[in-house]
């Protein structure tokens, strides 16, 4: 029997509450299957704090680099933030030791809400596109970063190698869909724009199904508004993508609905929900545990090559919503655990369909 070993990191705030969903999906579809996960919840975060003094424990680190894959909830809260220690600095340390260069974040309007987008419901329902953001590199990295009462430096840097991994990370996504990058880029202003347009081309080269697009960033925030669904895949520098996928985070209509991953080249992906700890709603049990679900979908089918049963979540979250079922972000009035039970009796109902798009 295939075992695999998942770090847990429930965090703050809504974290456990949601933690727990994604924990219970991930047992409910091991059932009957020939692998099974071995959990290993840990400390980090506001929590850690608490109890370690630090917001990234080494024991947590340790796990972290040993797993085949970790689960991340939530972090933060006002509890920490006069604290000279802040939760967030876990995550940013976390993100560093693991090397995660690659962030994904899928964008879906689901059909079942697509009246609750903040744009009109003709232009994005059926939208589902992702976001590619370089993490480790760019204008948040480079030296020198300085600054005083009469002038300020910062410096976009990346080396091509930097640039080459995160289009190539891109076009492989696009290959499982519909086969378009969109690269965005200021290429008539900034020199490091026109190093990413070159390697993009050359990226591009070797994968001739594909079809590569360029555009600025001011156009390309401008038609993610006006016509979100021309997207499939999107790819960017890490600044760019900063703005650009919380622009498009909130398409959808709510936070609670979003999952991503973060890739390094070797060693253990980070997935977890786009949003926060949502300390105005933790302990009430009405967090939305969708983005936390479908993170661990995206888990299920990035690290351990499992298409089917990532699907099997993604189609049950998505019957769920159908039938009516939604928490309160969404209009309704389930509760994170009925929703999360009735996710997994969707799971227990069995056969996946064909024709959803996969991230
Ligand atoms: N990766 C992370 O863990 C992460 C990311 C962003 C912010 N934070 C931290 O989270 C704390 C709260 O930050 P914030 O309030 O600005 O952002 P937030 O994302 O936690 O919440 C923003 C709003 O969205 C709602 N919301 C978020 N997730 C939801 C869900 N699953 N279901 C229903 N509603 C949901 C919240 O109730 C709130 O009204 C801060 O300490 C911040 O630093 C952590």
Request: glycine share 8%; charged share 25%; aromatic share 6%.
């Amino acid at each position: 029997m295939k075992s695999y070993k998942i770090v847990a990191l429930p965090g703050d705030g809504i974290g456990p509450e949601i933690m727990k969903c994604g924990l219970d999906v991930l047992e409910a579809i091991s059932e009957g299957t020939d692998y099974r996960f071995q959990i290993s919840k840990k400390a980090f975060g506001g929590a850690a704090i608490d109890q370690f003094g630090e917001p990234l424990p080494k024991e947590t680190l340790d796990a972290a680099k040993e797993a085949d894959a970790i689960l991340l909830a939530a972090i933060g809260g006002p509890k920490w933030d006069e604290e000279t220690e802040r939760p967030e600095a876990g995550l940013l340390a976390l993100r560093k030791a693991l090397a995660l260069f690659a962030n994904i974040r899928p964008i879906q309007v689901p059909a079942a809400i697509s009246h609750l987008s903040p744009l009109k419901e003709d232009r994005v329902a059926g939208c589902d596109f992702i976001v590619v953001r370089e993490l480790t590199g760019g204008l948040y990295f480079g030296e020198p970063k300085q600054w005083n009462e009469h002038e300020a430096t910062d410096t976009l840097y990346y080396q091509a190698y930097e640039i080459e991994r995160i289009i190539e990370k891109a076009f492989l996504i696009a290959r499982s869909r519909d086969k378009k990058v969109t690269s965005v880029d200021k290429a008539n202003v900034l020199a490091s724009s026109k190093l990413w347009r070159k390697i993009a081309e050359q990226v591009a080269a070797r994968y001739p199904e594909i079809t590569l697009e360029h555009l600025y960033v001011d156009a390309a925030s401008m038609l993610l508004i006006q016509n979100p669904k021309k997207f499939d895949v999107i790819v960017t520098e890490n600044m760019f993508g900063d703005i650009i996928s919380d622009e498009a985070s909130v398409i959808p209509g709510s936070l609670g609905l979003l999952p991503s991953a973060s890739h390094a080249e070797n060693g253990p992906s980070l997935y977890e929900p786009i949003h926060g700890s949502a300390p105005d709603i933790a302990g009430q049990n009405i967090a939305n545990p969708i983005s936390m679900i479908l993170s661990v979908a995206m888990m299920l089918r990035q690290s351990f090559q499992l298409h089917e049963a990532a699907k099997k979540i993604e189609q049950a979250t998505n019957r769920t919503m159908e039938s009516g079922c939604l928490t309160k972000d969404l209009g309704g009035n389930a509760t994170t655990t009925a929703f999360t039970e009735a996710v997994i009796k969707e799971i227990q109902k069995g056969a996946v369909q064909n024709g959803t798009n996969t991230f």
